[in-house]
């Protein structure tokens, strides 16, 4: 498993997100999910950027 990590800029202020997923695309399906809660918590407007993945276990 690996993390992949997601900056979102929400305006005022800014969240990382770490996503535990096998592969890129598991990733974006679980951030579809974050996405779609932060459109219910009324953030209007709002950037995702894909920062880098942690390899769990790297030496």
């Known amino acids: 498993m690996k993390q992949f990590?997601?900056?979102i800029d929400?305006?005022?202020d800014k969240?990382?997100?770490k996503i535990a997923?096998?592969?890129m695309t598991e990733a974006v399906a679980k951030l579809?999910?974050?996405k779609n809660q932060l459109k219910k918590?009324?953030?209007a407007k709002f950037k995702i950027q894909f920062?880098?993945?942690i390899y769990e276990n790297a030496s």
Do not use: T
Request: glycine letters at 14%.
């Open 15 to 17: 969240r990382e997100y």
């Open 51 to 53: 920062k880098g993945v």
């Open 41 to 43: 918590e009324n953030y």
């Open 32 to 34: 579809k999910e974050v």
């Open 5 to 7: 990590v997601f900056l």
């Open 21 to 23: 997923a096998s592969g």
């Open 10 to 12: 929400l305006g005022e």
